[in-house]
């Protein structure tokens, strides 16, 4: 589960509420059921502030992004939209896509 929470975002807002956004749903619903009773006990122990609340939601861009990158054409693709500068390095070493 470490490995899983270490990339998800965490933000605390004034009202004493930790929202914990997470890349998808199973990951949520995972920590829902095993974990969140401890992390807000843990929360409220160790910040001294026994109206903390925890927040679960899937974040933004996990809702959005539905494609599934399944061929090596689609991935390059995918990642010079991120960074132009790789189709000219390909282009210069004369690579393939696999």
Excluded at 26 to 51: P, V
Excluded at 70 to 83: H, I, S
């Amino acid at each position: 589960m470490y490995s899983s929470l270490k990339d998800e975002k965490l933000s605390l807002l004034e009202d004493n509420n930790v929202v914990l956004e997470f890349g998808n749903s199973s990951l949520l619903e995972e920590f829902e059921h095993s974990f969140q009773q401890r992390a807000k006990y843990y929360l409220r122990q160790n910040l001294k502030n026994d109206f903390i609340e925890l927040e679960l939601k899937i974040s933004e861009q996990a809702k959005t992004n539905t494609n599934i990158l399944y061929t090596p054409q689609d991935k390059f693709k995918y990642l010079t939209e991120k960074n132009p500068l790789l189709e000219k390095f390909r282009q210069d070493f004369n690579l393939d896509y696999e």
